[in-house]
């Protein structure tokens, strides 16, 4: 988790870290996750003249620069602000919503205060405000003037344009918006803005001189009058393009879920290789359009019409967080994939909690994140970056394969133990592993092992296969491969000492023949420990690859234990003695056992050749998901067998304090009459008197009848912990 953290992921729940790994799908957001979030104005269309830079104040008359400037200052958030930095050269820092930030830097840019402006008109002075929201994708200020109201209006381009019937034209004036003058905007300025990957915003006021009925929002917010059209650069970031590639080689579909125009969703996704040149048509949708494919008449929705849109749609414009939600829900219950999509989402709104919660995985905004986006989420990205997404894909694959090694090196050590031992004591009457050995065998299997092979750092190799979706099992057919093909290795080379090592190594005495330490027990110890040794080297790689040695020196841990191992099993060989069971052996046995280990290594390129469709399909474990009923009752079953141990444990406890007390009270007692005898020889039987009666009261304190008053047939044993 730590190390994770060093990647940028924050894990809230642990168990997402490893579901991340198969994730089949992301669904990002645009704004700050494939994009830099430094948002600027860089095209601008004013008095009827579409420029690419930020025209001159001779441009423009004083009245359409004060109009925008008021416009644009006071209809945004007050929270939103452009600070300047204190070094020369710096690009100044954005506080808030950077669209309004990029506005308000675009208003200093003409050379106007848009703090002065504020100051001017104080949030208190505000007649009403129409926040914004995704379904009217605008936002208005109302102020009062002495001729009546002034309505200023910012928002999506096509959306505020269309709510225009009038524009400034060329002089400054007012002239009329026709449907003709309309289609040529979008088409002239607002397509020709989204084509170069351009947020749009128009910007629009109205003066009214008496007043509207404020709840009536569509009339209100009518016949108003274009200031003007600017397109908003979003940079995608320069690494974006390269961790979509990584993910689409790993399997991973990313679908971009954003609020801009299908234009500039359009762009933005083929900056970020999510689209590709021969992509488009179904590949992309709006909100309302996805709406309306994805529910039925009745506006109720329906998962097998879904099923015919979501593979191949990869962008989802203007949409909104109910739009996101339902996309992620239908994913995951969609029943099309043969393994189940398991579904990764961005967040960073209030709004993307629902998204959030119900997704697999789901990834908060740390920086531009709110709170409940933040608590809703599983993981949250530190830095706000799409490659940090990936970051977590591989590390969940990396736990995925820490746990297949582990269970594949532990299973195969487990089936070569209890067979040889079941085995030796029905031919023998003694298992051929005594107890001492089979604990350092234990220790082996479980401590050192799970360090080992649980602490290999991951690898872009992890994103070189697909993901395992839902209903994977955890036992797959190569790991099952590899356990019975060791495992017969292993208990061929087991039997063969077992029963022909006295002949084979020209012994006085096989292990069976006495208690005490012999060659041949030493010799049976000594080669199952090497061929675990080794077979660990084996189990580093669970999916048929062949370089079992491959980044071995990146694992420093693995090789500590390796070593410290192989160490610590010559000590317990040479020198371990009664203790241990074993008796030293000279160097042509010595050889011969770690031949047996070595052979491990040739006999895993043998298992490798070996196909996998061998196994029967049948034949893996954990194929079928957990219910959420079984899945309640199992942690149930867990909650009780915990408490169990733990009254247990405090049972036990609580008679270790009672022995402890009644011992040092019968210490005291006993060292003040051995004081008392000191003092006053006389007084030996008043004191042999009183230790015996405080002996017994000790133990009737207890609920318990003292040694000289047995419990009879009829008594009630009271003791109570």
Same mark, same amino acid.
């Given at each position: 988790i730590n190390a994770e953290y060093g990647d940028n992921n924050l894990d809230r729940h642990l168990d997402a870290c490893e579901t991340m790994g198969n994730a089949t799908a992301i669904c990002s957001d645009k704004t700050g996750t494939l994009t830099t979030n430094r948002m600027s104005v860089v095209q601008s269309f004013f008095i009827g003249k579409l420029v690419k830079h930020v025209p001159s104040r001779n441009m423009l008359t004083p009245e359409v620069i004060n109009l925008f400037s008021n416009s644009v200052s006071v209809n945004s958030s007050y929270s939103s602000n452009v600070i300047k930095s204190a070094e020369p050269g710096q690009l100044p820092k954005h506080l808030?919503? %950077? #669209?309004?930030?990029?506005?308000l830097q675009f208003v200093g840019e003409l050379?106007?205060?848009? $703090?002065?402006? @504020? %100051?001017?008109?104080?949030e208190e002075s505000f007649y009403k405000v129409y926040t914004f929201n995704s379904k009217r994708k605008c936002m208005a200020t109302v102020l009062k003037t002495e001729a009546g109201f002034r309505i200023f209006v910012k928002g999506a381009a096509e959306v505020v344009l269309g709510r225009c019937d009038q524009i400034i034209g060329e002089d400054g004036g007012n002239v009329g918006l026709t449907a003709k003058t309309y289609e040529r905007l979008v088409e002239e300025v607002i397509e020709s803005m989204a084509n170069d990957a351009l947020r749009t915003i128009c910007v629009?006021?109205? !003066?009214?001189?008496?007043?509207?009925?404020?709840? !009536?929002?569509?009339?209100?917010?009518? +016949?108003?009058?274009?200031?003007?059209? =600017?397109? &908003? $650069?979003?940079? =995608? @970031?320069?690494?974006?393009?390269?961790?979509?590639v990584s993910c689409k080689k790993a399997g991973v579909t990313i679908r971009m879920v954003t609020g801009d125009n299908l234009i500039t969703a359009r762009s933005i996704a083929r900056k970020c290789g999510i689209l590709t040149g021969a992509q488009d048509g179904g590949n992309i949708l709006e909100g309302k359009t996805f709406h309306k494919l994805v529910h039925d008449d009745n506006g109720q929705?329906?998962?097998d019409k879904f099923d015919l849109v979501w593979p191949s749609l990869r962008v989802l414009a203007r949409s909104s967080p109910s739009d996101k939600y339902v996309l992620v829900t239908g994913i995951i219950n969609s029943k099309l994939s043969k393994n189940r999509e398991v579904v990764a989402v961005t967040g960073d709104g209030t709004n993307d909690a629902p998204a959030l919660k119900a997704a697999d995985v789901g990834f908060a905004m740390g920086i531009a994140g709110t709170d409940v986006a933040k608590n809703a989420s599983d993981i949250i990205l530190t830095d706000d970056n799409f490659t940090s997404i990936v970051k977590a894909c591989m590390w969940g694959r990396n736990v995925y394969d820490s746990i297949s090694k582990f269970l594949q090196f532990q299973l195969t050590v487990n089936v070569v133990a209890v067979m040889l031992c079941f085995i030796g004591s029905c031919a023998h009457g003694a298992s051929p592993l005594r107890a001492v050995p089979m604990l350092w065998v234990n220790l082996i299997m479980d401590t050192f092992a799970?360090?080992?092979?649980?602490?290999?750092?991951? #690898? #872009? !190799?992890l994103l070189n296969r697909k993901p395992y979706g839902r209903t994977k099992p955890l036992i797959s057919r190569t790991m099952l491969k590899n356990i019975i093909g060791h495992s017969v290795y292993q208990m061929v080379v087991m039997l063969i000492i077992l029963f022909y090592g006295q002949t084979l190594f020209k012994l006085d005495e096989a292990s069976y023949d006495t208690d005490d330490p012999t060659t041949h027990g030493t010799i049976l110890f000594n080669a199952f420990v090497w061929m675990q040794i080794f077979n660990e080297i084996n189990s580093r790689k669970c999916h048929g690859e062949r370089n079992v040695f491959k980044g071995i020196f990146n694992n420093y841990i693995f090789v500590g234990v390796i070593v410290g191992t192989t160490c610590a099993q010559i000590v317990l060989i040479q020198f371990g003695g009664h203790a241990f069971s074993t008796k030293g052996l000279n160097w042509y046995e010595w050889l011969i056992c770690v031949a047996i280990g070595a052979f491990e290594l040739i006999w895993g +390129?043998?298992?490798?050749?070996?196909? %996998?469709? &061998?196994?029967?399909?049948?034949?893996?474990?954990?194929?079928q998901p957990f219910t959420q009923e079984e899945a309640t009752q199992a942690r149930m079953l867990w909650m009780r067998s915990l408490k169990r141990v733990q009254h247990q444990i405090r049972v036990a406890n609580a008679f270790k304090r009672a022995g402890h007390e009644r011992h040092r009270r019968l210490s005291l007692l006993a060292e003040a009459s051995s004081n008392s005898l000191k003092s006053n020889p006389s007084d030996a039987s008043q004191a042999h008197w009183w230790t015996k009666k405080s002996s017994d009261s000790d133990i009737k304190l207890r609920?318990? %009848?003292?040694?000289? +008053?047995?419990?009879?047939e009829g008594d009630e044993d009271d003791t109570n912990v």
């Open positions: 808030g919503n %950077k #669209t309004e930030c990029a506005l050379g106007e205060d848009y $703090e002065a402006i @504020r %100051k001017a008109n104080p629009a006021y109205k !003066d009214v001189t008496e007043e509207p009925d404020w709840e !009536d929002e569509d009339g209100t917010l009518k +016949q108003l009058t274009c200031i003007s059209i =600017v397109g &908003i $650069e979003d940079p =995608v @970031r320069p690494e974006v393009n390269d961790a979509i929705f329906n998962q799970s360090l080992a092979l649980a602490t290999e750092p991951p #690898t #872009t !190799d +390129q043998v298992v490798a050749s070996i196909p %996998k469709t &061998i196994i029967p399909s049948g034949m893996r474990l954990g194929t609920g318990m %009848k003292p040694a000289s +008053q047995p419990l009879l």
